[in-house]
């Protein structure tokens, strides 16, 4: 696997499989990372890139779900959508990927939440595509500024989220 870090975020591209690893450490028990990844209010505070507004069409984190979101920016949108396959609270997420610029290019992503003790939280997200040229395309297409960006967002929210006597999960 070739492997380049950004900060704490581990993304490893795999050469015998059009697939990304992505690994990267919250300082957060599982369940408010899930928590962030479920609640609409919650994801629209962190995915994407600062200089783009995230607005929710659908958030609908359950198995058999679905979601689409637009990230707007300099008078552009970017939009995205996709299914939940399979959610199980603090624990995994698997659902489908697609940007609308590129509607052949459906990648299926698997998030696995590992709780490391200690109020922290091992995120291994996996995405499959379905051609190495693909894999490629959308490591170059900027999604490891991107995606830095967005876990830093991500530290913040959970951060600012207070601390929680009981998990919640919508």
Sequence with gaps: MTTRHTRQTEIAAD??????????????PPHKVFRAHTDPELVARWL?????????????CRTGGSYRY??????????????FH?????????????????????????????????????LVATSLVDSFEGRDAFLASGMESGLRESYERLDEALAAM???ETPRWT
């Design 48 to 60: 994407g890139p600062r200089r783009h507004e995230m607005l929710i069409d659908r958030w609908d």
């Design 162 to 164: 207070g601390r929680e």
């Design 15 to 28: 050469p015998t499989v059009p697939l990304i690893r992505i690994t990267r450490e919250f300082d957060a």
């Design 86 to 122: 399979e959610v199980r609270p603090s624990e995994l997420i698997v659902q489908t990927f697609t940007y609308e610029g590129f509607p052949d290019g459906v990648a299926l992503e698997r998030l696995v939440l590992e709780d490391l003790g200690d109020g922290r939280t091992r």
């Design 70 to 83: 637009l990230h707007v920016s300099d008078g552009n949108e970017y939009g995205f959508h996709g299914c």
